[in-house]
């Protein structure tokens, strides 16, 4: 077995494979995240194991859904949490144990299978998400893009235009880039909020290991026009909680992770766009975070 550092929103995990895996072949979106070695103790510790049964007999299902890792089912027991992911067509099944401490994380994966490395990624992101809320952060469902050394965040519902904003956004100003178009980390450090580029980032490849100080979050809203509303204490917190990516079973960690989104609401400047796909929804966007900061 061969162990690995990542550094991941200026945190620390490893991973613990069998030797002869290329683990960068196996997980390239990970590989600028990849350190020689830990300069702090690593947030969680991810140790593949083999011909050992995971699955409690006395756990608890809790969740069963599909999204964009596949199969995903969610069970409990005293002591840990196992979430199964089977990528899509996919017979085979992969296991990861998540202790209630977020600290020790146990991988059962199926090597054979050509989607190994899918599945392998999308267990790394659900233990990192758990893990980070420890540490005053939060991952957030969402497109970030970077201006003048600051960044934006845009939230929303699937499918209602998160990308194509972040898109108009870097049509409209310059020198405007993607930091990450679906799972960027927000942690707050000494009353700073700041975003980071994570190795998850949905279907655009944007892998960037960089963070910058978050300048304002938008939830964005289909609409027949351009309209543009601050919100501020707990209608921002409501904008900002539905991006969370946390497990809303372990009470605990559910209510870490609130207070971490109050945080962020009351330090960066928080709004609401109903918005048409153009580009003078950006520019009203930005107008009116801008306007809102100088008020």
């Excluded at 969680?44 to 050992?52: D, I, K, L, P, T």
Aim: aromatic share 10%.
């Amino acid at each position: 077995m061969t162990t690995y550092t990542y550094n991941v929103a200026e945190l620390y995990f490893t991973l613990t494979i069998p030797s002869h895996l290329d683990v960068d072949a196996l997980l390239p979106s990970m590989k600028g995240f990849r350190v020689d070695r830990c300069d702090a103790e690593p947030m969680f510790q991810a140790q593949c194991v083999e011909s050992e049964t995971l699955v409690s007999s006395s756990s608890k299902p809790l969740e069963q859904t599909t999204n964009d890792m596949g199969r995903v089912s969610i069970e409990e027991n005293e002591n840990e949490y196992t979430i199964s992911v089977s990528y899509f067509n996919s017979t085979y099944v992969h296991y990861l144990i998540l202790a209630k401490d977020f600290r020790n994380v146990k991988l059962q994966m199926q090597w054979q299978d050509k989607a190994v490395g899918h599945s392998l990624n999308s267990l790394l992101r659900i233990a990192f998400a758990q893990a980070v809320i420890l540490q005053d952060g939060v991952s957030i469902h969402g497109s970030t893009v970077m201006l003048n050394g600051e960044a934006y965040l845009f939230l929303g519902a699937s499918g209602t235009g998160k990308s194509t904003h972040s898109s108009l956004w870097r049509e409209v100003f310059e020198g405007c880039e993607l930091l990450n178009d679906d799972n960027p980390a927000i942690r707050i450090v000494d009353d700073e909020v700041y975003i980071y580029g994570t190795p998850w980032s949905g279907k655009t490849p944007c892998y960037k290991k960089q963070k910058y100080r978050l300048q304002g979050v938008v939830r964005l809203q289909q609409a027949p026009e351009n309209a543009f509303q601050p919100l501020s204490g707990m209608d921002a917190f409501v904008a900002l909680l539905p991006g969370c990516v946390a497990l809303k079973y372990n009470q605990k960690l559910y209510d870490k992770a609130c207070d971490v989104l109050f945080k962020v609401a009351e330090l960066s400047q928080v709004g609401r766009l109903k918005c048409l796909p153009n580009q003078e929804a950006a520019r009203l966007c930005y107008e009116s975070l801008k306007n809102n900061i100088n008020n």
